[in-house]
């Protein structure tokens, strides 16, 4: 199979439209993962074991399942439900449900690693639980939690061809429509691959750097 330029140029458009949609995909289900991880991290550290249990063996449930089955279920299997979704709001929820279960681990670590001081020097404060969490507790949290959660947006920049899946016309899913209509392959897929990594490596070197300059920080 010989490269043809005329073909590459001609599929660039179709694909610098989907890469807008991948990249509109990632970031509204990076918020929601973050949103919904700190939801999680925070009922799993209250005093309530019932309401604590059940949002584990809830947030287990979802990491331990594939993302293209819950992906199915909410495109396919909600409309029988009566619940209708588009293609790219299923999308964003799939992910962004599946991940907080992941970015939930890192707001807990994050929270845990906290000195039990800062809690007693905001009741001496006479602080209440919202002024704690907003003024003590996050700002000191936060910072050390950037590198693992900028590497979570990374995978899930990676993951985005999954919805392909549910018809969402991201970066893949474009470069196949173009594929199966015109039976090229080689410079659609390949330029793919290279979209990706003009995203992804750029992206991972500085999540790298964000990591080096907290541990100097913590040193």
């Known amino acids: 199979m010989d490269w043809s330029w005329e073909v590459a140029f001609d599929v660039l458009p179709q694909l610098a439209r989907g890469l807008i949609v991948t990249i509109q995909a990632t970031f509204v289900a990076a918020f929601l993962a973050y949103i919904l991880g700190l939801i999680i991290a925070i009922i799993r550290m209250s005093r309530s074991k019932i309401l604590g249990v059940t949002i584990y063996w809830i947030s287990e449930f979802i990491r331990r399942t594939p993302i293209l089955v ?14 209708f979704l588009t293609p790219f709001f299923a ?3 799939g992910l962004g449900v599946h991940f907080s279960t992941y970015t939930s681990e890192v707001f807990r670590a994050g929270i845990e690693n906290v000195p039990k001081a800062q809690w007693e020097a905001a009741k001496s404060l006479n602080y209440n639980k919202i002024q704690t969490w907003q003024k003590v507790i996050l700002p000191q949290a936060i910072p050390p939690m950037v590198p693992p959660l900028a590497n979570y947006l990374i995978t899930m920049f990676k993951e985005t061809p999954l ?7 991201e970066l893949f899913r474009a470069a196949d429509q173009y594929s199966n209509s015109h039976y090229k392959y080689l410079e659609p897929m390949t330029l793919v691959g290279v979209f990706f990594l003009l995203v992804s490596i750029p992206s991972a070197i500085a999540a790298m750097k964000l990591e080096n300059k907290f541990k100097l920080k913590n040193l």
Not at 70 to 83: C, E, H, K, R, S
Not at 163 to 169: D, F, G, N, Q, S
Request: proline share 4%.
């Open 70 to 83: 819950q992906l199915y279920f909410l495109f396919y299997v909600l409309p029988d439900l009566g619940i």
């Open 91 to 93: 999308g964003v929820v």
């Open 163 to 169: 919805l392909a899946a549910i018809t969402v016309v």
